[in-house]
């Protein structure tokens, strides 16, 4: 089992729709997660960190997190095409190291 | 502010030359790390320096060497080139174990390839 799965993809969403985008993670104890946004042929950016059960916002995009069910998700509001890039979810099993998933490809078609 | 610089940007080798890739930074970090990125595989750790002094081995270590200079430099050593480490690589630093949970901040990446 991959230690960061995230839902393949990729995913195609009209402009203006919400993008729903899951991760899930097999080491119980990791306790900060991230979400990066990846554009082609650019390095990985982060757009949200989430260290605590629950919800947070900042702008159109929102992060959930669930660590009895040890999953993340990312939900980005009003897609716009800019928000077009891979999304690598990102785990932090211990202080030094980060695990990430294979990325979900988003395309917002306008 | 430059972050974590990159160099080179781009490279191609012959199968059997060495190589080296440079990191720095300038944000006082303590940890580094070296990834390769191919496609469909998401971000792998090669080396990793959690601070100053210290490396240790990653998901994929094999072929590769790497050299904590200083706290500002971290680089990645290809002693025999091969075809199959045709890859992307990306240099990242974060603050360290005395800020817990913090993010990793990447360079711009190396595109590296092998004939």
């Known amino acids: 089992q991959k230690e960061v799965e995230q839902n393949s993809g990729p995913l195609s969403v009209p402009e203006g729709a919400i993008a729903s985008l899951n991760c899930t993670y097999s080491d119980r104890v990791s306790q900060s997660f991230f979400w990066y946004r990846q554009y082609s042929g650019k390095s990985p950016e982060l757009i949200m960190s989430?260290?605590?059960?629950g919800d947070k916002e900042d702008g159109r995009f929102t992060a959930q997190l669930n660590k009895a069910s040890q999953y993340v998700s990312l939900l980005i509001r009003d897609s716009q095409p800019s928000d077009s890039a891979t999304y690598l979810c990102?785990?932090?099993?211990?202080?030094?190291?980060?695990?990430f998933g294979a990325g979900t490809t988003v395309t917002v078609r306008a | 502010n430059a972050g974590v610089t990159q160099t080179p940007k781009f490279q191609v080798l012959k199968t059997g030359q060495s190589m080296t890739l440079q990191c720095a930074q300038d944000?006082?970090?303590?940890?580094m790390y070296w990834y390769r990125q191919d496609p469909g595989m998401g971000l792998r750790l090669i080396y990793y320096?959690?601070?100053?002094?210290?490396?240790d081995k990653g998901e994929v270590p094999n072929g590769y060497n790497v050299s904590r200079l200083n706290k500002r430099e971290f680089s990645l050593r290809l002693e025999s080139a091969a075809p199959s480490q045709t890859s992307v690589y990306f240099c990242?630093?974060?603050?360290?174990?005395?800020?817990?949970?913090?993010?990793?901040?990447f360079g711009d990446g190396t595109r590296l390839s092998i004939l």
């Open positions: 320096s959690a601070s100053e002094g210290t490396t």
């Open positions: 990102a785990v932090a099993p211990n202080d030094y190291k980060l695990s």
């Open positions: 990242a630093s974060r603050p360290g174990t005395a800020r817990p949970g913090q993010p990793q901040h």
């Open positions: 944000m006082n970090h303590n940890s």
């Open positions: 989430i260290y605590s059960n």
